[in-house]
């Protein structure tokens, strides 16, 4: 896992990086840890499972759904609390600059599943998180961020739907 976590660094560093200096929250960081995780999730999907991106938009699949209203709870989550610290920026810049975070982990994490196989505690680690956020409903989910962000000394700020 240690190469994913060096992936999401240079994510965070790239999207992070702004004239508005203010530190992220605990609540940023953990809500890009996880959005680190889902995307190296959706790269073990295609490279190791074989499964097309079409194929994770297909409606009719129970998982399918779940995985795309987790990812939007991922994502507006994450947009809401980085408009709050980076204000300066609109929120289509900030959603924007997470597509940006989003392939460059997607194109290293595949990188590595190729060179090291879909076998690896990583990649192992990437298949469970597939299958967790495939599983898991997006209350569920929203619940167990909560407790990351508390367990982690943050806090929950109130959700301002992305000031729209």
Do not use: W
Request: charged share 25%; aromatic share 4%; with cysteine.
């Amino acid at each position: 896992m240690k190469t994913y976590a060096f992936i999401l660094v240079l994510a965070v560093s790239l999207v992070g990086c702004s004239d508005d200096r203010k530190e992220a929250s605990v609540e940023e960081r953990v809500l890009m840890q996880i959005y680190g995780s889902y995307q190296s999730a959706l790269s073990y999907d295609e490279v190791c499972s074989g499964n097309p991106k079409l194929s994770r938009l297909d409606m009719n699949d129970a998982a399918n759904v779940k995985r795309l209203a987790n990812e939007q709870l991922i994502i507006d989550r994450l947009l809401d609390v980085r408009q709050k610290r980076l204000s300066s920026k609109t929120t289509e810049k900030l959603a924007r600059d997470l597509e940006v975070a989003a392939k460059m982990i997607a194109k290293k994490t595949a990188s590595n599943l190729e060179k090291n196989g879909c076998h690896t505690p990583a990649a192992q680690a990437a298949k469970r998180l597939f299958i967790r956020y495939s599983s898991v409903t997006p209350v569920s989910l929203a619940k167990e961020i909560n407790k990351q962000i508390i367990k982690h000394g943050g806090e929950i700020t109130p959700r301002t739907n992305n000031g729209e």
